[in-house]
């Protein structure tokens, strides 16, 4: 399993193909296939099958949704100057009943902000 980090809910930035340079929230992550879901971005036409949905009404035709792309031509928006970035982790040591515990935050690598 491939190790990236995109999150869902994650503001990203497209780097390649048709809607490069186009911005979008990320709807869904398949790590396994190594590909993301951006909204309103990759947009593609379906042709689905007409059928009747339980209180009878019409469904099918056409129907615009978002096609996944691969993660590497995404990149994750630095929240402060609108600009795409990598992301490290940080992490920090904090104390609590006499324990030591590590806390782990994704960084943006560009301005070192928190994500």
Known sequence: ?????????????VLAGKDK????????????KNRVVVEGVNRVTR???AGQTARGSQTGGLVVQESPIHVSNVAVVDPEDKKPTRTKTRV???ERDGRQKATRTRVSVR?????
Do not use: N, Y
Not at 1 to 13: C, L, N, P, R, S
Not at 111 to 115: A, E, P, T, V
């Open 1 to 13: 399993m491939a190790k990236f980090g995109i999150k869902k809910g994650d503001t990203v930035q």
């Open 111 to 115: 301005s070192g902000k928190d994500l």
């Open 47 to 49: 042709h689905t099958k």
């Open 21 to 32: 340079g186009s911005t979008g929230k990320v709807i869904s992550v398949d790590r396994e």
């Open 92 to 94: 920090e040591t904090v």
